[in-house]
Nanobody, 123 residues
Framework: QVQLVESGGGSVQPGGSLRLSCAASGLTFSSYAMGWFRQAPGKEREFVATISRSGATTYYADSVKGRFTISRDNAKNTAFLQVDRLRPEDTANYYC????????????????WGQGTQVTVSS
């Protein structure tokens, strides 16, 4: 079965950085776009970034543009989210998702989800 496993979350101070990873198995990884979403307590899940099958096309939420970078390594079946210049409002559980053929910004367009990795930004 399809499995997505996120890692790399943690607690950092404002301005810090983390590199989130999403290891995929059970599917032909290079055949699907990948997305990252996040959900803070009491809030709805929101789009963060998405990347096309080849990695040539990316889209970002306005709130993270210029600070976050999505990438993928199709040879290793892994997607990444480099999160820099973190702010307290970036605190959330971060999820990777796949199952869409093309880049999508809506959570409902993705079929498979990981369990999430927590990112906490505080001083």
């Amino acid at each position: 079965q399809v499995q997505l496993v996120e890692s790399g979350g943690g607690s950092v101070q404002p301005g810090g950085s983390l590199r989130l990873s999403c290891a995929a198995s059970g599917l032909t990884f290079s055949s699907y776009a990948m997305g990252w979403f996040r959900q803070a307590p009491g809030k709805e899940r929101e789009f963060v970034a998405t990347i096309s099958r080849s990695g040539a096309t990316t889209y970002y939420a306005d709130s993270v543009k210029g600070r976050f970078t999505i990438s993928r390594d199709n040879a290793k079946n892994t997607a990444f989210l480099q999160v820099d210049r973190l702010r307290p409002e970036d605190t959330a559980n971060y999820y990777c998702a796949t199952g869409a053929i093309t880049t999508k910004l809506r959570a409902l367009d993705y079929t498979y989800w990981g369990q999430g990795t927590q990112v906490t930004v505080s001083s």
